[in-house]
């Protein structure tokens, strides 16, 4: 006797895989690149990583009436690339996401065209062999390419955007934007700065502009290496001037050395980037960001990039060689979105 | 793999990745036929201009009805909805509501 499936989705006949990728392309079921065809049996290879049933909802974004089940998110990862021992990576994300405080509708509806900077913390990281090395943000790991790209087809395909992304430009990282931090140093790692323990397995989603390179090859001394960074996060143009957001901050291995060497740690670096990642009010107004005549006051008047030190979202990775760094604004202000991170369940029969 | 009649493999079943808007299983209010005598709520989205454009509307509307009262309410985040309670207050007080997305 044949078990009755408790996959709901319906089934698609297709003579071969190769006719089934070119099918998914025709409907608009893809990000552009093709698509790994998802069939029941590897649901079900999915399903045994989470503790979850298949119709479990997930998280909602109710502006849109849509709800991601276990068993969509399941399909649209298998079709990323993802392998079953991501899954509760993705299980995880997309809990963020649709977590109240992240704000989903917003981010994912702007014109801003804001990406899912997703940063994974703790055990898994290296159990599932991410990157948080050379190359960073660039292609070539399964784990960080495909989980970053699930979120984008779980938007795609259950959230929405076909109807609701307005975005003028975009930016790469809406295709992915999925990294581990390299929790080989002596700094404190972004999730244990957010009050998990060490060896929990977290990740954490922030809605955010394309990485913007910083780099300072010269300076030896730390204070000089971070002010180049906090000219470049104090950039007219940005969301983060508002100062209400949180701003993303990826800190090379060579860049962390000098740092670390020289007394400072993330705390640290976070309220040296608070006091100096700010400019005058006259500038703004200057540019036309803000009208009106200029007055004596807004020249001493400071315009923030983020709210308190703690809203530098700040991780260590890349290659052992080069001194780039990378500033990744936020969007618009927190208290409309928010970076969430969640802990990753990992049941006994996943990863 | 679906197995044909003679038992070799023909095909493949695949599985649609696609969730449409769940039926939220609420109706429109009954549609108004006239507005004198009314009382109208504003939703501001609490983005730039948008308190200029629903004031230009609002005018306008005041030009050619005479409504009962007006209630103004401004969204504290442009992201995120009202509570369920001014929600619920907006739904008792107001006959219609005029809403709109200003930039």
């Not at chain 1, 993330?266 to 309220?271: E, G, L, P, S, T």
């Not at chain 1, 969007?331 to 409309?336: E, F």
């Not at chain 2, 695949?14 to 808007?21: N, R, S």
């Amino acid at each position: 006797m044949i078990p009755i499936s408790h996959i709901s989705s319906n089934r698609i006949e297709i003579n071969n895989p190769l006719e089934a990728i070119e099918t998914y392309y025709q409907k608009g079921w893809t990000d552009g690149l093709p698509v790994v065809p998802p069939t029941e049996e590897k649901v079900e290879a999915f399903l045994q990583t989470v503790n979850l049933e298949s119709d479990f909802a997930l998280g909602a974004i109710p502006e849109r009436n849509r709800v991601f089940t276990v068993e969509k998110v399941a399909i649209n990862a298998i079709m990323a690339g993802c392998l079953p021992e991501y899954f509760p990576v993705v299980i995880a994300a997309v809990q963020a996401i649709t977590d109240p405080a992240f704000g989903l509708h917003g981010p994912t509806a702007s014109t801003a065209g804001t990406a899912f900077f997703v940063v994974v913390n703790g055990p898994i990281a290296n159990k599932i062999g991410m990157n948080s090395g050379q190359n960073l943000l660039g292609p070539g790991n399964r784990a960080n390419a495909t989980i970053g790209r699930a979120l984008r087809l779980v938007m795609m395909n259950i959230g929405g955007s076909g109807e609701f992304d307005r975005s003028t430009l975009g930016n790469p990282g809406k295709y992915s934007f999925c990294i581990a931090e390299d929790e080989t140093t002596e700094w404190m790692p972004l999730h244990v700065q957010r009050g998990f323990r060490q060896e929990d397995s977290v990740v954490t989603v922030f809605a955010a502009e394309a990485p913007n390179q910083v780099h300072n090859h010269s300076a030896l001394d730390a204070e000089r290496l971070l002010l180049t960074i906090a000219d470049r996060m104090r950039a007219l143009g940005s969301m983060n001037l508002g100062g209400h957001q949180e701003y993303g901050l990826i800190i090379c291995k060579e860049h962390y050395n000098t740092l670390q060497q020289q007394g400072f740690d993330k705390a640290r670096v976070q309220q040296f980037l608070f006091e100096q990642a700010r400019r005058p009010v006259a500038d703004l107004k200057r540019f036309g960001m803000i009208e009106g005549e200029i007055t004596s006051k807004d020249e001493e008047k400071e315009a923030l990039v983020v709210p308190s030190p703690e809203h530098i979202l700040l991780v260590v990775g890349g290659g052992e060689a080069g001194r780039f760094s990378a500033c990744i604004p936020g969007w618009y202000a927190s208290h409309a979105c928010q970076s969430v991170s969640k802990k990753i369940d990992v049941s006994p029969g996943g990863s | 793999m679906k197995p044909s009649k003679e038992g070799i493999m023909m095909s493949y079943l695949f599985l649609d990745p696609t969730d449409g808007p769940k039926d939220s299983g609420e109706v429109l209010a009954p549609r108004l036929t006239e507005l004198d005598g009314k009382v109208l709520g504003v939703i501001d989205n609490s983005k730039q201009n948008a308190d200029f454009i629903l004031q230009y509307v609002t005018e306008k509307l005041q030009s050619k009805y005479t409504f009962k009262n007006i209630i103004y309410k401004k969204k504290s985040s442009l992201s995120q909805a009202l509570s369920d309670e001014e929600v619920e207050a907006l739904a008792k007080e107001c006959d219609v509501i005029l809403a709109g997305v200003g930039d």
